[in-house]
């Protein structure tokens, strides 16, 4: 079966510090993957995509970039970090783009910036 | 305009009861898919049940079922015989088009349901 991981689960960092984030999934090849932040009390808003290694595609434009170095690896950085980045961010999952192929969540990173 | 409203900030439950989260929609595209998920507090976003633009039959998934009604573009999840591990905030999310290059799925802002023992 597939599972997905993130990490750190909770961050904690001062503003203008770099961010690393990270997402891991087992058991599939060649996902799509997905970044997600959900801003407290609200629903999710996608941040970036990848349909392969080294393709990234950008829904939001912000101080944030996305990295697919694996195949089933997807890495959030950030080298200047702002107060609005605070949040919680949830890296998915899903077999293809189908419209009909679900996503799949990990357990998510909580950030604080201060 | 939204694509996806969720009207009901919070709901109240009594264990056992079932209860309806209601969800509607808004989109020009004829095929499409709408997602159930479930967020406890711990913050993982858990898959409930999915259903096509083009099933007539409306999904169900053990205790959760989706009263799809296409012409009025409502999906609303029905959750029988709650319990109290039911207790979280639940989304409701579409993705648009079979294919292509859409891969966004567009959430509402979720109903916080709390099951009263």
């Known amino acids: 079966s597939q599972t997905i991981h993130q990490w750190p689960a909770t961050l904690v960092q001062p503003v203008g510090s770099p961010l690393s984030l990270e997402c891991t999934v087992e058991g599939t090849s060649n996902p799509n993957l997905y970044w997600y932040r959900q801003a407290a009390g609200r629903g999710l808003q996608l941040l970036f995509y990848?349909?392969?290694?080294?393709?990234i595609s950008s829904e939001v434009p912000q101080n944030l970039s996305a990295s697919r170095p694996q195949d089933r690896q997807f890495i959030l950085s950030s080298k200047k970090l702002l107060l609005s980045d605070s949040g919680f961010y949830l890296c998915a999952w899903s077999e293809g783009a189908d419209a009909r192929e679900t996503q799949y969540f990990g357990p998510g990173t909580r950030l604080l910036v201060l | 305009a939204q694509k996806i409203t969720q009207t009901q900030p919070g709901m109240f439950v009594q264990e056992k009861e079932a209860v309806t989260l209601d969800c509607t929609y808004d989109?020009?595209?004829?095929?499409?898919?709408l997602f159930w998920y479930k967020q406890p507090s711990s913050g993982e976003m858990i898959f409930l049940i999915y259903?096509?633009?083009?099933?007539?039959q409306n999904a169900t998934e053990g205790r959760y079922s989706l009263n799809f009604q296409k012409a009025r573009k409502s999906a609303n999840l029905v959750i029988s015989a709650s319990q109290l591990g039911d207790s979280a905030m639940y989304f409701c999310?579409?993705?648009?088009?079979?294919?292509?290059?859409?891969?966004?799925?567009?959430f509402g802002k979720g109903t916080l349901l709390t099951v009263n023992p």
């Open positions: 259903q096509g633009s083009y099933d007539e």
């Open positions: 999310a579409m993705r648009e088009g079979w294919g292509g290059s859409n891969y966004k799925l567009t």
């Open positions: 989109t020009s595209d004829q095929s499409y898919g």
């Open positions: 990848s349909v392969g290694i080294g393709q």
